[in-house]
């Protein structure tokens, strides 16, 4: 049986051969309103809002050009995160959510636009759905040549404070297919 550290290397590796066939991809990070909820229960409302989220902004990323008949849809991934100590010092911090939140990647297969526009259309669309998610900020960064670790960093979390492979999101197209 292949160890937890072992399959999430692989799902990395998947990962990073569907980002170096991008044109362009955009790194999210998704914090939420502060909940009652803990553990499984939050981990759930936080996928099912950035489902959410995806489902909205996906008419920005879909491409007019049709390949073999198809529209080509971006592929999104997904994970939730917590906090970890980097520090040896205790630093006081008060967390939402006792610190979870989650990363995406979107991966573009067709260059749409400039970076800055389309960051700014994920923003506006954001904007546009806040009010009817738990979402209550996002943070993008466009990834480039020099981001190298986009993979490792989005599921870095696996395996630590109740986060399993099944909390991984993977979508390409709308949620509902």
């Known amino acids: 049986m292949k160890s937890n550290r072992i399959i999430t290397c692989e799902y990395a590796d998947w990962m990073k051969q569907i980002l170096n066939k991008s044109k ?11 909940k009652k909820f803990e553990g499984r229960s939050l981990i759930n409302i936080m996928k099912l809002n950035v489902t959410s989220f995806y489902d909205s902004v ?13 529209l080509r849809y971006p592929i999104f991934f997904a994970a939730p995160d917590l906090p970890c ?11 939402k959510n006792n ?7 979107i991966c573009l297969k067709e260059e749409l636009g400039s970076v800055d526009i389309m960051k700014t259309r994920i923003l ?10 738990q979402i209550e900020a996002i943070h993008i960064h466009p990834l480039d040549e020099l981001d190298k670790f986009p993979c490792d960093y ?7 404070g109740g986060i399993v492979y099944d909390d991984i999101i993977i979508l390409e197209g709308p949620s509902s297919q």
């Open 24 to 34: 362009s991809a955009f790194l999210i990070t998704f914090l939420f309103k502060q």
């Open 58 to 70: 996906l008419p920005i990323f879909i491409s007019k050009k049709k390949k073999n008949g198809n």
């Open 85 to 95: 100590a980097r520090h040896k010092k205790k630093i006081k911090t008060e967390y």
């Open 99 to 105: 610190g979870y939140h989650m990363h995406g990647l």
């Open 124 to 133: 506006t669309e954001f904007l546009n759905i806040k009010r009817r998610t």
């Open 154 to 160: 989005l599921l870095k979390s696996i395996g630590r």
